[in-house]
């Protein structure tokens, strides 16, 4: 299974990227919005809000964990990725269609924690149909590339859905996800028509079946720990960059706008280079490597004193990210040994934890008009994390694993 099965499956490729640069438009499209449209558009206190967001971030991890452990056991996981982009366009045609705290609070905690597992569902998939059709290391190459198409939209989609909310309303916004929901059913919708495109419990796939001895060994656990630390360093970066920028370092809007597109731009191209760059070696030591470049940044930020400064250091950031955010992927998915599906789901169990641990270090360290602390409890973070994998690595190779 090679190069020649690759590209005879290149239409089915084609389809599932088109499916993850729509879900990367839905997601960026809602992110930047989903405050406002509560607390501005709802008139949502704070705190209500608060609970809302602990409620959804609790119930996306339970309902990813809860999928994924499902889309190792069914026959078809075309079907499972389809119910999640239903869901998750339901989720946001509610929002849009009902613009009310009741509609909001259902949409985003009851049905948006199964819609939302559409990144994980879908990379599961890619995964599991991949492992047919490439040896590992093409896999894990492809998954480096489909991982930077959601990256792309991220570029894409954030001054589209601007002007469609500052022309007409903030609300439709989620008009726009739910559409790109849709239009990734569609793309699943034609991969039911083909009979190569099935992937499931009774595919012959590598991953099918767990390898002996225990499907999640202790070095693992510790390795995923390790790439969960990572994920806190980079989330406190993304949550407390803006403020950094803006208060700190007393930068403008447009120059904020400015740094973060420019560091999303050079994520494209270092994720292509990443994944390269994991077929000729294993992939632990190239997030080791990473995490080490991230936190060279995030020391970086902390000593910026001038916005020239900041654009100095965002192809640090990019080199760091662009690892963080797509070749730990591949490196979860074989967390747990012949369940692709459940070890997916962690990525967003890691991004729950992730989220609750920023708030715990901005709540202990943040000040006013002084937020760069964070960034080095971040590194900190980011160091811990490649010191876990690089422990990790090193007893898998001494038990030969």
Not at 216 to 227: D, K, N
Not at 240 to 263: E, K, M, R
Request: glycine share 8%; with cysteine; proline share 4%.
């Amino acid at each position: 299974m090679g190069h020649r099965q690759l590209i005879k499956a290149s239409p089915i490729i084609a389809l599932l990227g088109a499916c993850i640069f729509l879900a990367g438009i839905a997601s960026a499209a809602v992110t930047p919005y989903r405050g406002l449209v509560a607390i501005d558009g709802l008139g949502m206190d704070n705190a209500a809000y608060a609970i809302v967001l602990a409620l959804a971030s609790i119930g996306a991890a339970i309902g990813s964990v809860i999928l994924g452990y499902a889309s190792d056991k069914v026959s078809d996981r075309r079907r499972l990725v389809i119910i999640c982009a239903a869901l998750g366009a339901v989720a946001y045609g509610l929002i849009w269609l009902v613009p009310s705290q009741l509609a909001y609070i259902v949409a985003v905690c009851a049905i948006l924690p199964f819609g939302a597992a559409l990144f994980s569902q879908s990379f599961a998939y890619a995964r599991a149909f991949l492992n047919q059709h490439a040896d590992t290391r093409r896999a894990e190459f492809m998954i480096a590339v489909l991982r930077s198409l959601f990256t792309a939209a991220w570029i894409v989609a954030p001054p589209l859905v601007g002007w469609i909310a500052s022309t007409y309303s903030m609300f439709d916004v989620f008009l726009v996800a739910a559409v790109a929901q849709l239009l990734c059913m569609l793309m699943f919708a034609l991969l039911l028509l083909r009979p190569e495109a099935k992937v499931g419990i009774h595919s012959a796939t590598r991953q099918a079946t767990a390898a002996p001895g225990s499907p999640f060994p202790p070095y693992r656990m510790l390795g995923t720990a390790g790439v969960a630390v990572l994920r806190i360093a980079l989330v406190v970066n993304l949550t407390v960059f803006p403020l950094v920028l803006i208060n700190d370092i007393g930068a403008s809007l447009a120059q904020l706008g400015l740094a973060a597109g420019l560091a999303a731009a050079l994520e494209v191209p270092f994720m292509l280079m990443w994944g390269f760059a994991a077929t000729r070696w294993p992939k632990e030591p190239i997030i080791i490597v990473s995490g080490v470049i991230f936190a060279a940044y995030l020391v970086g930020m902390f000593f910026a004193r001038s916005f020239e400064d900041v654009l100095l250091l965002q192809s640090l950031n990019a080199l760091g990210t662009a690892a963080l955010l797509s070749i730990t992927i591949s490196y979860v998915q074989d967390a747990i040994a012949g369940r692709v599906g459940l070890s997916t789901s962690l990525i967003d169990v890691m991004g729950v934890i992730a989220g609750f641990a920023t708030a715990g270090l901005f709540a202990i360290l943040s000040g006013p008009g002084n937020y760069a602390n964070i960034l080095l409890a971040a590194a900190a973070a980011s160091l811990l994390g490649a010191a876990l994998l690089a422990v990790s690595w090193q007893i898998r190779r001494r038990v030969g694993a």
